[in-house]
C-alpha cells in the first residue's frame, strides 16, 4: 500500500544519503556481538533453528526466544535491548521498551528507527526532508529523546564520588571502632587473668590482718578491763557508801531491786542467797514471785472515770442544744465526778505504792538484810551494781539520801567511753581498708565478666555504642535509646536492653524489653526494637508506636557500615 511504499522509499532515501547501518547487530551487547556477525544466516541462540540474516531485527519475530530482534519490540521475550550510552553506563532495557515512546536509554537509542540515529537539525531547527518523512522531528535525537548520558553520567560520577567518600568514612570509622572493641576485648582478658591472681594476694593479705587483729584486740580487751575496773573502782569510791546507815542501805538495796523490772530483783536474790549460803537460808523461789510486777487497780477508778466521760457527753449534746435546760446543774455535776476520779486514782496510786512496800518488806526480811553489817551491805550493794550497771540510779539515789546534788565530775561506769588501743585500732583499719579493696575487685571482676558476655559483633563493632545514648525527638515524645542500657521515652522506660534479635548470624535488629508497664495492657512491660542501618553517624530517623506500648525504630551507626 501506500504507507509501505513511502516507508521503503524512505529507506532507500535514508541510507544513499551517507547513513551506515548497523541494524543486524544493534542492540546487541559486546559479548555477543560475535553470534550476531553471520554471512547469511542466523541460528537462534536456543539453537532451535537458523533464519536468513536479513530476518535479523526486522521487527518480526523468528525464534521463539526472542534472539533474532535484539532491537525491535517484536518479541516478548529475548535477550532485552543493549544501550550502549557513551559517557555514562550501558544498560539492557526490555524488548517491550524499544520504540515505546519513552526514553529508557539515555542515548535514546531504544526509541531510533531501525536502530538508524536520526540527522542532525538544520540550522532553521526545522527538520529535513528524509527526517520528517520518517517521523524524525527537529531535535537531536529522533522521537524526542535527547542524549543526556554526558550529564548523566556526570551526575552518577559525582554520586559515586560521594558514596565512596561516605563509604571510605564510615569504613575508616567502623574500623577504628572494631579496633577499639578488640582492644577493650583484650583488655577485659588481662582484667580477668591479673584479677585471678590479685585476689589470691588479697585474701592472703585479710588473713594475716585478720590474725593480727585478733591478736591485737585480746591486748586491747585486757587493758580494756583494766581501764574499766579503775573507772568502776573510782565510781565506787565517789560513792562513800559507808557514810550510809544500815538503813539507808537497805534502803539503796531496794530501791536498785526495782529499777530494771523483774532482772534486778532477781540478780539481787541470786548475790545475797550466794553470799549467805553458810549463813542463812534464803527461800529463792518464794522471794521471786515477789518480783514480778502486779497491776494493781481500784474498780471504783473505772466507775467514776465511766460516770464522768457520761456526763461529760450529755454536757456535749446540750451545747449543741442551746435551749436545752439544765445546764447549769450539769456543770457542777462533772466538776463533782472529777472531783470523784481524782480521790479514787488517789486512793489507787496509795494502794499501789502500799503493796510495794509490802513486797518489798517481804524481800528484805527474806533476804535477812537486817541481820547484815554495813561492810556486807555495801559488797552487794556493789556487787549488784556491777551486775545490772544502774550506776546512774545508784548515785542518784546515795545522793537523795545524803540530800545532796550528784558530785561533778564523777564517772559512770556505764556511759565512759570504751577503751581503744591505738595498735588495735590501726589494724581495725587496715583489715578494713584490705576487706574494701577485695570489695571493689570483686564489683570490678562482676562488671567485666558481665561486659564480656555482652554481644558486640563478630569484629567487635558495636562495643563505643556501649556508653553512647541516641536522642530523638518526635513531635512531644523525646527518646533516649542506649543500646546494652535502659531505653527511655520521657523519662519513663520503654524497655532494659535484650540484645540482638538474630544474633550471632545477624546484628541488625536491637531489642529491648520489660520496661514500664502503667498504662500498658495488663501492665505489660514496654518493649522497643531497633532496625540498624549504615551510617556515617550514630543517628535515629524514625520512631513510632504502631501498638500500645511497643515502639520500632530505625537508626544508623557505622557499626551496621561492612563491607
Request: charged content about 30%; hydrophobic content about 30%.
Amino acid at each position: 500500500d501506500d504507507r509501505d511504499m513511502w516507508f521503503l522509499c524512505g529507506l532507500v532515501l535514508l541510507f544513499c544519503d551517507g547513513a551506515t547501518s548497523d541494524r543486524y547487530t544493534c542492540g546487541v551487547s559486546p559479548s555477543a556481538l560475535s553470534q550476531y556477525a553471520v554471512q547469511e544466516t542466523f541460528q537462534c541462540l536456543n539453537g532451535e533453528k537458523s533464519v536468513p540474516k536479513s530476518w535479523v531485527n526486522d521487527d518480526y519475530c523468528d525464534c521463539t526466544d526472542g534472539s533474532d530482534e535484539p532491537g525491535t519490540s517484536a518479541c516478548t521475550t529475548g535477550p532485552g535491548y543493549y544501550c550502549k550510552n557513551e559517557g555514562h553506563k550501558s544498560k539492557v532495557v526490555k524488548p517491550y521498551q524499544v520504540g515505546d515512546g519513552v526514553c529508557d536509554c539515555c542515548d535514546g537509542s531504544d526509541e531510533w528507527i531501525l536502530c538508524q540515529p536520526p540527522p542532525q537539525a538544520e540550522p532553521t531547527n526545522k527538520p529535513s526532508f528524509f527526517a520528517s518523512l520518517l517521523g524524525w522531528g527537529p531535535t537531536e535525537q529522533g522521537s524526542g529523546c535527547k542524549n543526556t548520558c554526558q550529564e548523566e553520567g556526570a551526575k552518577s560520577a559525582k554520586e559515586e564520588a560521594a558514596l565512596l567518600a561516605k563509604i571510605e568514612k564510615t569504613a575508616a570509622i567502623r574500623a577504628d571502632w572494631c579496633a577499639r572493641g578488640v582492644a577493650a576485648k583484650e583488655n577485659r582478658a588481662v582484667v580477668l587473668r591479673d584479677s585471678e591472681t590479685k585476689m589470691q594476694d588479697i585474701n592472703n593479705k585479710i588473713q594475716q590482718a585478720e590474725a593480727n587483729k585478733q591478736k591485737l584486740e585480746e591486748v586491747e580487751r585486757s587493758l580494756g578491763e583494766d581501764e574499766k575496773t579503775k573507772v568502776q573502782e573510782q565510781f565506787n569510791s565517789a560513792l562513800s557508801l559507808g557514810t550510809l546507815t544500815t538503813d539507808q542501805l537497805h534502803d539503796t538495796l531496794i530501791h536498785l531491786a526495782w529499777q530494771n523490772n523483774e532482772r534486778s530483783c532477781e540478780a539481787l536474790i541470786d548475790i545475797v542467797a550466794e553470799m549467805l549460803k553458810e549463813s542463812h537460808q534464803v527461800e529463792t523461789d518464794e522471794l521471786l514471785s515477789l518480783c514480778l510486777n502486779e497491776e494493781h487497780s481500784r474498780p471504783q477508778v473505772a466507775e467514776a472515770r465511766d460516770r464522768l466521760k457520761a456526763l461529760q457527753d450529755q454536757q456535749q449534746q446540750h451545747q449543741e442544744n442551746p435551749d436545752a435546760e439544765g445546764q447549769g446543774d450539769m456543770q457542777q455535776e462533772i466538776e463533782e465526778a472529777q472531783a470523784a476520779v481524782s480521790l479514787e486514782e488517789t486512793l489507787e496510786q496509795s494502794e499501789r505504792i502500799q503493796k510495794l512496800q509490802s513486797r518489798q518488806d517481804q524481800l528484805a526480811s527474806g533476804l535477812h538484810l537486817d541481820t547484815l553489817d554495813s561492810q556486807l551491805l555495801q559488797t552487794i550493794t556493789l556487787k549488784l551494781n556491777q551486775k545490772t550497771r544502774l550506776s546512774s540510779s545508784l548515785l542518784n539515789k546515795v545522793s537523795e539520801l545524803r540530800d545532796q546534788h550528784p558530785p561533778e565530775g564523777i564517772v559512770i561506769p556505764e556511759d565512759a567511753p570504751a577503751f581503744t588501743h591505738p595498735e588495735a585500732e590501726q589494724a581495725r583499719q587496715h583489715l578494713s581498708e584490705l576487706e574494701n579493696e577485695k570489695s571493689v575487685l570483686e564489683d570490678t571482676v562482676e562488671e567485666e565478666r558481665k561486659v564480656d558476655k555482652m554481644d558486640f559483633g563478630d569484629e567487635q563493632e558495636f562495643y563505643p555504642l556501649k556508653e553512647d545514648c541516641i536522642s530523638y525527638t518526635s513531635g512531644e515524645h523525646h527518646y533516649e535509646v542506649c543500646p546494652y542500657g535502659q531505653s527511655t521515652q520521657g523519662g519513663r522506660s520503654i524497655g532494659e536492653w535484650e540484645g540482638f534479635v538474630d544474633a550471632p548470624f545477624s546484628h541488625n535488629l536491637m531489642r529491648w524489653g520489660d520496661g514500664d508497664g502503667w498504662g500498658c495492657p495488663e501492665n505489660r512491660g514496654r518493649d522497643l526494637e531497633i532496625h540498624v542501618y549504615c551510617g556515617t553517624e550514630n543517628k535515629i530517623f524514625q520512631m513510632e508506636e504502631p501498638e500500645m506500648c511497643s515502639y520500632r525504630g530505625k537508626m544508623e551507626t557505622p557499626a551496621a557500615c561492612k563491607l
